[in-house]
């Protein structure tokens, strides 16, 4: 069982906008601990999407953007792309040290 | 360009040791921290340990401690995680990544390595 929690799943057609939500804690968002967040399209490895709760690395599309509020981190996909179907996950620090969401299946009908 | 390249996959018995590799190039090996997280088959990512190799300070995920061995060789910028005895359900995903601190992202992942453990 994930300390940080996401739905198992979210869907959308092309060009809609999807949020997957990220619950944590008050030992790790709610402690103030930056989330990252990562995509992993199929057979491939992770890669960084989100880091520091809202910034984009350098080649990320700006249809990708973060937030955080209290124990909970939000990412968001507008504009929603065939290419985009992947599995994403949360990331932050808790006394773990480092915990990761159960991760969510993103599905472009 | 930022690259870690990981060992081959392996197929292993229970009960055999394992050492898989982490090799980091295009950045100051000593200046980050490498990580490895695990991946089940059809399951999310768990992270495992991490070590600084400055120093060769380890931290580990309580699910971990004592069952892996993360370690470190700065002179060859190399990472290692090893197994003394393994197990059939260690059988996954294995990622390295680099990061720069404790609420730092990872940034750079390898390209992982599968180890299966079969009899």
């Known amino acids: 069982q994930s300390v940080l929690t996401q739905p198992p799943s979210v869907s959308g057609a092309p060009g809609q906008r999807v949020t997957i939500s990220c619950t944590g804690s008050?030992?790790?968002?709610?402690?103030?601990?930056?989330v990252h967040w990562y995509q992993q399209l199929p057979g491939t490895a992770p890669k960084l999407l989100i880091y520091?709760?809202?910034n984009r690395p350098s080649g990320v599309p700006d249809r990708f953007s973060g937030s955080k509020s209290g124990t909970s981190a939000s990412l968001a996909i507008t504009g929603l792309q065939a290419e985009d179907e992947a599995d994403y996950y949360c990331?932050?620090?808790?006394?773990?040290?480092?915990?990761f969401g159960s991760g969510t299946k993103v599905t472009v009908l | 360009e930022v690259q870690l390249v990981q060992s081959g996959a392996e197929v292993k018995k229970p009960g055999e040791s394992l050492r898989i590799s982490c090799k980091g190039s295009?950045?100051?090996?000593?200046?980050?921290?490498i990580s490895w997280v695990r991946q089940m088959p059809g399951k999310g990512l768990e992270w495992m340990g991490r070590?600084?190799?400055?120093?060769?300070?380890?931290n580990y995920s309580p699910s971990f401690q004592g069952h892996v061995t993360v370690s470190a060789d700065k002179s060859i910028s190399t990472a290692y995680l090893k197994w003394s005895s393994l197990k059939a359900s260690d059988t996954a995903m294995y990622y390295c990544?680099?990061?720069?601190?404790?609420?730092?992202?990872?940034?750079?992942w390898g390209q992982g390595t599968l180890v299966t453990v079969s009899s």
């Open positions: 520091g709760n809202s």
């Open positions: 008050s030992s790790n968002i709610g402690a103030g601990y930056d």
């Open positions: 295009g950045f100051s090996f000593t200046r980050n921290w």
């Open positions: 070590i600084d190799p400055s120093d060769s300070y380890t």
């Open positions: 990331q932050s620090y808790d006394s773990r040290p480092y915990v």
């Open positions: 990544a680099r990061h720069s601190g404790y609420d730092f992202p990872l940034d750079y």
